[in-house]
C-alpha cells in the first residue's frame, strides 16, 4: 500500500460569482487511511469535496485518483473512479426501501428483478465484511438517522467505491450513533478503503483521524498526523492568528430573575427530541452564555424561547410568569428581543428594502403607524436614525437588504433589537460571517445592554466569543446542560465539556 | 457561473424581457395567422382597429379591460403572500350570484348609487367566501390551494348552472337565467367619459365597473404597501421562516389573503351581470378568471402593470372580435391561442432570455 | 327493463366514459411522480383529439390517426418540459397556456381548413376505432344476465377501450419493476438522490413527460375516433381536470387510479340515467350533484379526512443544485 496515493489535488481553484471559496488547494490523501478536513463553517471545505464528487466543476486545477489524472465532470465519473461521498444532507428518497436506495443509479439492468436478487446478495457481503446491518425492505422515512446514514454509506459501498468521503457525518447523530460510525469507519480503514472526514468538530478529528488537513476561508492551510498535533494547535490553524477578542467590561451586577427556563423539551422538524429537559434562569444586568457545538440543542432552545417553536413540555417564564404559548408578537410586547443565528432566512427579508426590514416583528407598533397603516415617512426616519448610530454602510435605507454587507445586514438586526429597548435579549451568533470591525462593535452594543440591567442570553459556536461576553457559561450538548461555569474557565475545560467528554 | 442572480437594472427587468416575450407570442400569432392563409399584418391592423379605431371598440376593450383588473388584482394580491390562487374564475361566478341576488332584491326599491354598494360588497361577500373554504385547507390542513381552487372551480361551476336551471331561472322560460334586472339593478354606461375625448359609446357596455376598478386598483397598491396587513403579506409570501420570526400569524394571513383576492375576483361580476347583460347567466366569466393570471404575471403583480396588462388583454379581445368578421377565416378563437401563447412567453418562459441578456449586458458593462 | 338490466347498461357507459380518463389520469401519473405538475393534460387531450380526427379523416386510417394524435400531445409535453425542467419556470402557469392554445389553435385550425364551425368532417368507418365484438357475444346476450354481462359491458368496446385497461397493468409494472421506473419515481421524491447517483434529473423527467403526452395521445384519440366520429370543438370539456382529481384521488398510484376513473366514470353514467327521473320522496336529483363530486370527494380527500394524500415531494418545485 505505499504506492500511489488515493487522491492528489494540485491547484484547485472555485469561485462562485465574488466568493473565491477554494483558492488553490493542494491536497494529498494516503491510500488506507482516515484523513479529516477541518475547518470553520465557510472555510470551502464541503465545495472541495463537491468537485471531488464531480458536483461542482473546478475552475482550475488538476484532480489524480491513484496517480492517475482523472477528469470528473459529473458525478457519474466520481462513482466509475471509485468515489463515494455521504452528503450533510442525506441524498436518500425517504419514502423508498433501503433496497431501492441503495439499487438507485446502479440497478443493473432495464428490469429490476434481476438486480434485485444481486444487490440482496452484496448487501450480505457488506454486511459480514464491515458490520453494516440494516433491513434491506425497511422504509428509510421509518429508521433512524444513524441508520439512514448508515443507508449512505452502504450505497456507495455497493458502487465499488474505495475511497469515502463524509460530509459532517455527526451533525445528526447522538454521541453513541456517532461512535458507532467511527467504529465502522476503521473497520473500512483496516479493509484497505480511504475515508476523508470532513468536520468542524475537534474532538472527532483527534478521535478517529489519521492525518488532518485544516481549511480557512478557502485556503487550505497545514496538514498534520494527527498523532503529532493537539486541539490547541488545529483550534488555532483553524481561525488564524487572529487578534484575541479582549472586550472591556467590567463588574456585572445581576439582579432579579426575569427570565426562566423549566424542564424545557424541544423537538424540531424531524421530531427528534433536540433539548431534552433544560432549566436555567437569566437575571437582569448578566449576560448567560451558552456554549456548545452545532446542533447541540441551541437553536431549538432560542426558537423555543422566542416563541417561534412550540415546546413538547416545560416551561418558560418571564418575570416568573410562565408565557405558555405566546407568539413571538406577544412576547415582543413583553419586552424580549430575538436576533436570530440565521439572519438570511429569519432575521432579515432580504428581498426588502433595508427600511422594511428594519420594523420586522414590530411593524405593528402604533409608533410605525397608526391603525391599519403604515407610516413610511416615520419609518424611514426610524431607520436612517439607526443607519447613523450603528454606522450600517451605505447609509441607504431605500437600498435592497440583499446589497448589504454580511456585516451590515447584522447590524441592521442588531439595531433594530436592541434599539427596541428590551428587557430580554436573545442573541444567536451575533457575529458569524462579520467583519472584525463590525465584532467588535456588535460585542460593545451587547456589553451596554447588560450594563443598563438587561438580562441577555446568548448562543454562539465562536468559543472566544462565549468566553468574552459572558457573566456565566451553561455547556450544552447533546441537548442537555452538561454543566455550568464561570467566566474564567479555561478553554480546555470548557471544549472537553462541549465535547461531551466531561463536566 | 449561473446567470439567476446577476441584478439586472430594471428597465431590462421590467421593460426589455417582458417587451421581447411578448414580441415572441405575438411573432408566432401572426405565423399562425399566416399558416391559414391570412397576412398577419393585416390581421394585426384590423385588430388594432378594431379594439382603438372608434368610440364602439375603445368601449368594448375597456368593458373586457374591466374583468382583467379584477382578476388580475385578484391573483396579484394571493401571489403577495406567496399564494397561487387559482380559483379566481370560480370564485367571480360565485360573485355573480351574490351581485345577482342584490340587484334582484333592490332593483324595485333603489336608484342604481344606492344598489351598486350593496352589490359590490354581495360580489365581493360571495366570491371571498369561495375562497374561504380552499384557504381554510390551506392554512389548517395543508391542503396544497392550486389543486383545491381548481376543483374548487369545477363545484362553483356546477352549483351555478343548478341555481341558474332550477332556482334562479324565470319560469316558464327556457333559457337558464335571471330575470332582465330594473335599472335600479343596473350600472350606468361611462359615455360620458368618451365623450370627455369627443368620443361616441355606441352599444358598448362599458360601464361604472371600470371606475370600482381603478378604485380596487388604488386599495390594492395601498393595502400591499401602505398598511401593516400588507406588509406581512409581502413577508410571508418572500419568507415564510422570516414571518414566523416576526410572530406574523400564518393560518391568519393566509386566510385573510384569500378573502381578500376572493372578493376583488366576485367583484369582476359586477361587470358583466350588473353592468352589460343585466342579468345572471351561466358561464359568464368565460375565462377572465384564468387571463387573470397572465394579466398579474405580466403586470409584474403590481396594479399599475395590471391595469396596462389588462388594456392589452382587452385590446386582443375586442381586436380580434372584430377582426373575425372582417377575416372570416380567422374565428374568435384567435384571441385565445394569443392569449395562451402570451401566458406561455410572459409567464412560463418568463427567464428564457435572462441568460442571453445578462451575458450581453456583462459584455457591455465590461466594455 | 329491470334493474341489473339498467345496471348493466349503466356499467357499460361507465366503461366508455372511463377510458379517456384512464388514459389521461396515468399520464398525469408519469408527469406527476417525476415531479412536474401538469394541469395542461386537459390540453394535450384535446389537440390530441383534434389532430388525430384531422389525420384520420385525411388518411381514412384510424392508426394513422393515432400516430398523429401521440404525436402532437408529445410535442405540447415537450414544450411543458422545455418550459419547466429546462427553464425552471412555473409548471401551473405552463399548463394554463397549454390549454388555451389548444382550446384556440383547435377551433381556429378548424375553422380553416374545414369550415364547419370547428368541427372536423364526419370520419367513415375505417377512419375509426370500431367495436370488436368478442367470440358468442351475441348468442349469449340472450342467456341470462352473465351473458347479458358478457356481451355488453365485456365485448363491444373499441380496441382503444382494452387498451386502456391493458395500460393499468403496465404502468404499474413500468413504475414499479423497472429501472426507468424506479428512478422515475425518485425524482419526483428527492432529485437531489437522483442527481448524486449519476443520473440526469433533466433527461429523466423529460423521458417522463413524454410518457405522458403518449397517454394523452391515446386519450384525445379515444375522444374523437373511437367514441365519437368527429372532432367537437372543446370535446374534452373538462375530462383533464376530472383525470387530475382522480390522480390525486388515488394518490398517485396506478391501480388505484384506474379504480378512481372508474368511480368518477360511473358518476358521469349514473348522471346521465337519472337526468329527468324522479326519485320516491326527493323528486329529480339535479345532474349537477354528480357533475360536481368528484372534485368534492377529491377536496375531502385533500383535506385529510379519508387517509392522507402526498404529493410527490418535490413536485412543482424546478431543480437547482446551485446553492
Known sequence: ?503 | MSTASVPLPNWINYGLIPLLNLTLAFVISGLVVWLIGENPFEALKLLLIGALGRGEGIGFTLFFATNFIFTGLSVAVAIHAGLFNIGSEGQAYLGGLGAALVALALDNYLPWYLTMPVAVIGAAAFGALWALIPAWLQAYRGSHIVITTIMFNFIGAALMVYLLVNVLIVPGKMAPETRTFLEGGQLPKLDWLLAIFGMKLGAAPFNFSFIIALVMCVAVWFLIWRTKLGYEMRTLGISPSAAAYAGIPYARTVIITMLISGGLAGMMALNPVMGASARLQVEFVGGAGFVGIAVSLMGRNHPLGIVLAALLFGILYQGGGELSFDMPNITRDMIVVIQGLVILFAGALEYMFRPAIVRLYQSFAKA | MDSIDILISILGSTIRLSIPLIFTALAGLFSERSGIFDIGLEGKMLAAAFASACIAYLTNNAWAGLGAGILISVALSLVHGFASITNRGNQIVSGVAINFIVAGLTIVLGQAWFGQGGRTPQLMAAGRFGEIKFPYAEELRGSGYLGKFYADVISGHNILTYLAFAAVPISWWILYRTRFGLRLRAVGENPGAVDTAGISVTWLRYRAVICAGILCGFSGTYLAIAQSAAFIKDMSAGKGYIALAALIFAKWKPVPVMFACLLFGFLDAFANFMQGKQVPGIGEVPVQIFQALPYILTCILLAGFIGVAHPPKAGGVPYTKER
Request: a negative charge.
Open chain 1, 1 to 503: 500500500m505505499t504506492d500511489n496515493p488515493a487522491i492528489e489535488l494540485t491547484g484547485i481553484d472555485k469561485k462562485f460569482g465574488p466568493v473565491h471559496a477554494n483558492k488553490n488547494i493542494n491536497l494529498t490523501v494516503a491510500k488506507g487511511s482516515i484523513h479529516g478536513i477541518i475547518g470553520e463553517n465557510g472555510a470551502g471545505k464541503s465545495t472541495l469535496m463537491s468537485i471531488l464528487y464531480g458536483f461542482y466543476q473546478a475552475d482550475s486545477g488538476e484532480i489524480r485518483i491513484n496517480g492517475k489524472p482523472v477528469a470528473i465532470k459529473d458525478s457519474q465519473t466520481a462513482i466509475s473512479s471509485g468515489i463515494g461521498m455521504v452528503h450533510q444532507h442525506f441524498m436518500l428518497v425517504e419514502n423508498f426501501t433501503v433496497i431501492e436506495n441503495i439499487m438507485l443509479g446502479a440497478e443493473g439492468g432495464a428490469l429490476l428483478a434481476k438486480g434485485v436478487a444481486s444487490a440482496r446478495a452484496e448487501l450480505k457481503r457488506l454486511e459480514q465484511d464491515y458490520g453494516l446491518e440494516v433491513d434491506p425492505d425497511a422504509v428509510i422515512e421509518e429508521l433512524p438517522v444513524g441508520l439512514q446514514q448508515r443507508v449512505e454509506i452502504l450505497k456507495a459501498m455497493y458502487r465499488g467505491a474505495e475511497i469515502l468521503i463524509l460530509d459532517e457525518p455527526t451533525g445528526v447523530l447522538t454521541p453513541a450513533e456517532a461512535d458507532h460510525l467511527f467504529k465502522i469507519l476503521r473497520v473500512l480503514r483496516d479493509q484497505g478503503k480511504t475515508v476523508i472526514l470532513i468536520t468542524h468538530k475537534l474532538r472527532e478529528i483527534m478521535a478517529i483521524t489519521d492525518t488532518v488537513s485544516v481549511m480557512r476561508r478557502g485556503e487550505m492551510v497545514a496538514t498534520r498526523k494527527t498523532a503529532e498535533t493537539s486541539v490547541e494547535e488545529l483550534a488555532e490553524l483553524m481561525v488564524g492568528r487572529r487578534v484575541l477578542l479582549r472586550v472591556e467590561k467590567g463588574e456585572a451586577h445581576p439582579g432579579a430573575v426575569i427570565l426562566s427556563v423549566k424542564n424545557l423539551t424541544v423537538k424540531d422538524n424531524r421530531g427528534v427530541i433536540m433539548v431534552d429537559n433544560v432549566s436555567f434562569d437569566v437575571r437582569a444586568g448578566e449576560i448567560v452564555g451558552i456554549a456548545g457545538v452545532a446542533g447541540n440543542g441551541q437553536s431549538e432552545l432560542l426558537e423555543a424561547i422566542a416563541g417561534i417553536r412550540q415546546p413538547v413540555s416545560g416551561e418558560i417564564l418571564i418575570d416568573g410568569q410562565p408565557i405558555g404559548k405566546a407568539s413571538p408578537a406577544r412576547l415582543r410586547e413583553l419586552g424580549l428581543a430575538h436576533i436570530p443565528e440565521d439572519r438570511h432566512h429569519m432575521g432579515l427579508v432580504l428581498k426588502f428594502e433595508e427600511y422594511e426590514n428594519s420594523v420586522l416583528g414590530y411593524h405593528r407598533d402604533p409608533k410605525y403607524g397608526r391603525g391599519m397603516m403604515l407610516d413610511l415617512e416615520a419609518i424611514r426616519r426610524d431607520a436612517q436614525e439607526k443607519i447613523e448610530k450603528y454606522d450600517i454602510r451605505p447609509p441607504n435605507p431605500r437600498l435592497k437588504t440583499a446589497n448589504f454587507s454580511g456585516g451590515n445586514q447584522q447590524k441592521i438586526v442588531v439595531a433594530r433589537e436592541i434599539e427596541r429597548d428590551p428587557r430580554i435579549l436573545l442573541i444567536g451568533q451575533p457575529t458569524r460571517g462579520v467583519d472584525i470591525g463590525a465584532i467588535e462593535f456588535i460585542h460593545k452594543r451587547i456589553i451596554d445592554m447588560r450594563d443598563q440591567g438587561k438580562a441577555l442570553l446568548l448562543v454562539s459556536v465562536e468559543l472566544d466569543e462565549i468566553r468574552a461576553l459572558s457573566d456565566r457559561i451553561l455547556v450544552m450538548f447533546a441537548g442537555h446542560v452538561v454543566g455550568e461555569k464561570t467566566a474564567d474557565a479555561g478553554e480546555q475545560t470548557l471544549g472537553l465539556m462541549m465535547a461531551g467528554i466531561a463536566a
